[in-house]
């Protein structure tokens, strides 16, 4: 039930970020607008999986992979490509890594699924911040689109599921006890 809400949610960002592309970029085509709407998201989608990456390293984990759309680096392989699916259930993309000797597990795991909406809600809060709204012209509104789209990835996934950020932290900060 809850990864049929986070993909909804999900869904109705993308479908509000369209339909806002469309309306506040009224000068290029629909397909440019479309074009700009799947690099915003591949941008958001990256930048969210760059957190948790960046985490990775400072809590002194190992980082496996860095997948995005099933596209990624296995670092261990030393490979870049399409990555073969190994069972995740996430969404846009994921990052694979050990704890090793990185300290607490739940504290180490809370902090690397933490990261990722975090950046998110960072680069889009940011973005939002440097749009001046000026209608019509390119750049400020693909801010906001972007900003937009950051910002419900992040809601997104912090919805708990089996899988999301929201899981983990949920895991992470409220164990269960039998």
């Avoid at 039930?1 to 000068?27: E, Y």
Wanted: hydrophobic share 55%; glycine share 8%; with cysteine.
């Amino acid at each position: 039930m809850a990864r049929r809400l986070a993909t909804a949610l999900f869904c109705v960002v993308q479908l509000m970020t369209f339909v806002a592309a469309q309306q506040l970029l009224p000068t290029l085509r629909a397909e440019m607008a479309s074009l700009l709407f799947l690099c915003l998201t591949l941008a958001a989608t990256m930048v969210h999986e760059a957190g948790h990456a960046i985490a990775v390293a400072a809590t002194g984990a190992r980082l496996h992979a860095f997948v995005v759309w099933d596209i990624g680096y296995d670092f261990t392989k030393r490979h870049f490509g399409l990555q073969k699916s190994r069972g995740h259930r996430e969404i846009a993309g994921y990052v694979l890594y050990t704890l090793g000797d990185a300290g607490p597990g739940n504290t180490a795991r809370a902090r690397i699924a933490a990261a990722g909406p975090l950046a998110n809600v960072v680069t889009g809060l940011g973005a939002f911040a440097l749009d001046p709204i000026a209608p019509g012209a390119i750049l400020p509104n693909a801010l906001t689109l972007f900003a937009i789209l950051s910002v419900g990835i992040a809601i997104a996934n912090l919805v708990p599921f089996p899988g999301s950020d929201g899981e983990v932290l949920r895991k992470s900060l409220w164990p269960t006890t039998r």
